[in-house]
Each structure stands twice: as structure tokens, then as C-alpha cells.
């Protein structure tokens, strides 16, 4: 889900739309937090909200996760082409802000169950 925002920012950069990722239907989505899972962990990329969306403004795209999906094209970047993963990072870096007390979350659960372990992650579906 997160690399498909990745792909989207950059496909709306080239539009010139602004993107407003929508997790609204995901098994992430917990009401008691809100119903846009990704409001939960990460500030607005655009300062726009989907609530926005719903008022009409066309230059706002709202996104979910499993419709639109764009791969990764190529990127230059001061005359510098990136590969893939250097693209990936650029994005990060320009737009994904984690809100204020989820890193705190991170380090504690990091500090008090993995830190001084060997720890093997497997994601499976």
C-alpha cells in the first residue's frame, strides 16, 4: 500500500494534481482513529484532505489503494538518473511525513522487543 503511494505522488507530480491517499476500506481502517487509515501514521502530503476531495476541487486526486496503481518509471533528478529504490527514497523524502508520537511508538516497541535480538521478518499472504 505504501509503495502505491509512492507510485501515485509521483504519477499526480507529473499531472500536476495533487494526491490525497484514501485507506478508507482497508483492514488497516479502525473507526475509533478516523475513517482514512492513512491519517493515522502520516501528515498530509498536500495540506488537502479527502474531505476536500468531496467538495470537488478537479486539481485534488483521491486515491485508493487497489485502483490506481502506476509502476515506478524512471527519474532524473539534477540530470542524474535514479534507479527504482533512489526514486522510491526521493519520494519518501519530498512528501511522507510521520506524524508527531508514532516514531516514539517505533523506539519503544523496537527497545523493549527487539533490540539486541536477531530478528527474521517474513510477510506472507
Not at 504519477?11 to 478508507?24: M, Q, V
Not at 475513517?35 to 483521491?62: C, K, M, Q
Not at 510521520?98 to 510477510?123: E, P, Q, W
Request: hydrophobic share 30%; charged share 25%.
Amino acid at each position: 500500500m505504501f509503495l502505491t503511494v509512492l507510485e501515485n505522488l509521483q504519477y499526480c507530480e507529473k499531472k500536476g494534481c495533487i494526491f490525497i491517499p484514501d485507506w478508507t476500506n482497508t483492514s488497516y481502517t479502525d473507526k475509533a482513529y478516523g475513517y482514512n487509515a492513512w491519517d493515522y501514521y502520516f501528515e498530509p502530503i498536500s495540506g488537502h484532505t479527502l474531505e476536500d476531495v468531496e467538495r470537488g476541487n478537479n486539481r485534488l486526486i483521491r486515491v485508493a489503494w487497489n485502483r490506481s496503481q502506476f509502476e515506478m518509471k524512471p527519474l532524473k533528478i539534477n540530470g542524474k538518473s535514479l534507479t527504482k529504490i533512489e526514486a522510491y527514497n526521493y519520494y519518501i523524502k519530498k512528501y511522507i511525513k510521520v506524524r508527531n508520537g508514532i516514531t516514539g511508538k517505533i523506539d519503544s516497541f523496537y527497545d523493549t522487543k527487539m533490540k539486541g535480538c536477531n530478528v527474521l521478518g517474513a510477510h506472507i499472504r
